[in-house]
């Protein structure tokens, strides 16, 4: 289906979509040089850290946002750990989002705050 030929409408984020806070693994717990990321409220490079041998407490597929500072949303494609502050936007239906799904409701909700609180 086209985009251009789709009906759209406005919709409440919690009538698609699930949010749910995450695990904070403490720094004292990681494991240097691993292959699992570590998700901040950085606002820069997909919130990523760094990399630890920590098993991932967190599925992939989801939207990260930061709860902390300016609302950073950032597309997870891969299992991962997290600090404080890190939220997810999960689809309802238990399924994952991909990367262009993943990426369009980011930069949907972007778009939407964007005027809204003057960032």
């Not at 289906?1 to 806070?21: A, P, Q, R, T």
């Not at 997290?82 to 993943?102: C, F, P, Q, S, W």
């Amino acid at each position: 289906m086209n985009v251009d030929s789709m009906k759209w409408g406005e919709f409440k984020i919690c009538d698609l979509f699930e949010i749910v806070g995450t695990y904070t693994t403490h720094p004292r717990e990681l494991m240097p040089n691993g292959r699992t990321p570590r998700i901040t409220c950085a606002a820069t490079n997909n919130g990523l850290d760094n990399t630890y041998q920590n098993v991932a407490t967190e599925k992939g597929g989801v939207l990260s946002v930061d709860s902390a500072t300016i609302g950073y949303i950032a597309y997870q494609e891969n299992d991962f750990i997290a600090t404080d502050h890190i939220e997810k936007i999960m689809l309802k239906n238990g399924k994952t989002m991909n990367r262009y799904v993943g990426l369009f409701i980011k930069q949907c909700i972007d778009n939407a705050v964007l005027q809204k609180y003057g960032l």
